[in-house]
């Protein structure tokens, strides 16, 4: 049985000993978000966005210049963090050991930013088990064309197909173009046995309502539909992490909301940096939806 628990009363920001260089560099200038202000967004959203984001491997897509200059997707650990951020070593496929990030305070997320870091991207495992995921996600792509309420429509359709098989999901605002159907697990089984029922799963759906939905990357088979994309559930792989701000026109954050608040929404880019204030009194309200799903296990498929 799955219970719902009341979502942890959220403490105050704790001060943020890490000192932000150049903070009058517009980040976002089409819409004159600074790296100060970035900081400081990440500073107040800390209590709100850690539970999710605090001990997980991290990828970030860092734009020192800005979101219009040159930016990239930076895995390991190149040792210029400072002692904010933690790296694990984690061996890969090809046996090889590399060094991944981790933060767990708020100055871990503003040290990032002083590095030039826009997006925090996470694995689906924590470091203290890394083989065994603690969430499911279905990144919902639509193809140019179709419509926010497609993809709506859609989040809640695979919602309710994962209600059948007893899983409970919520979704999140990719702060992009599309939804993320989250699934809070127990960490339990390893992640072939989770990459294999994501796989099936979504195929599954795809093959019930082909005109409507592909699990297969190619993208000359996705016109039209929408693309489930379950592969952010294999080991190494990433997905955008509640409350990151996306290099995006507009500075948008990627925010969980309720099914109930989904239908009334109109983009999945409807919060931005800038909303800061309004983001964190939602969170501390109501936000940790989800979160606070207990003893979910993957059934057989
Ligand atoms: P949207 O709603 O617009 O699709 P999204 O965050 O879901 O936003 P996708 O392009 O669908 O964006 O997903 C890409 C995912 O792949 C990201 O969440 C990220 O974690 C992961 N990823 C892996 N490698 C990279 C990379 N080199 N650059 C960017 N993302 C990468
Ligand atoms: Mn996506
Ligand atoms: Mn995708």
Not at 8 to 25: G, N, W
Not at 189 to 204: H, I, L, S, T
Not at 268 to 279: C, G, I, P
Request: hydrophobic share 40%; aromatic share 8%.
């Amino acid at each position: 049985e799955v219970v719902v628990e009341t979502p942890e009363p959220i403490a105050e920001a704790p001060p943020v000993s890490i000192k932000v260089s150049s903070r009058e560099r517009l980040l976002f200038p089409d819409s004159q978000v600074t790296k100060g202000d970035l900081a400081d967004y990440y500073a107040a959203m800390a209590p709100v966005m850690l539970p999710w984001t605090a001990r997980r491997p991290i990828s970030l897509v860092r734009c020192p210049q800005g979101r219009a200059k040159r930016c990239f997707f930076q895995k390991h650990d190149a040792g210029s963090f400072g002692d904010h951020v933690h790296h694990v070593d984690v061996t890969e496929k090809d046996g090889s050991v590399e060094p991944y990030l981790w933060v767990d305070d708020a100055d871990g997320l503003v040290a990032c930013v002083q590095m030039g870091t826009i997006e925090f991207h996470g694995w689906g495992s924590r470091i203290d088990a890394l083989e065994k995921p603690d969430r499911l996600v279905f990144d919902l792509d639509p193809d140019e064309g179709l419509d926010f309420a497609d993809t709506k429509k859609a989040a809640e359709h695979i919602s309710g197909q994962l209600a059948e098989i007893g899983l409970t999901s919520f979704p999140m605002l990719s702060g992009g173009k599309g939804v993320h159907v989250v699934v809070p697990l127990t960490p339990d089984a390893e992640w072939p046995v989770v990459k294999d029922f994501a796989d099936r799963f979504a195929r599954a759906v795809a093959a019930a309502e082909p005109d409507r939905y592909v699990a297969v990357m190619t993208k000359a088979k996705r016109k039209g539909k929408i693309f489930i994309d379950y592969l952010r559930n294999q080991r190494g792989a990433t997905a955008i992490m509640p409350y990151s701000a996306r290099a995006r026109a507009g500075a948008p954050v990627a925010v969980p909301v309720s099914w109930s608040e989904l239908r009334e929404i109109e983009t999945a880019a409807r919060w931005r940096v800038t909303d800061r204030d309004e983001l964190l009194a939602r969170a501390t309200s109501r936000a940790l939806v989800g979160w606070g799903v207990k003893d979910q296990v993957l059934p057989d498929l």
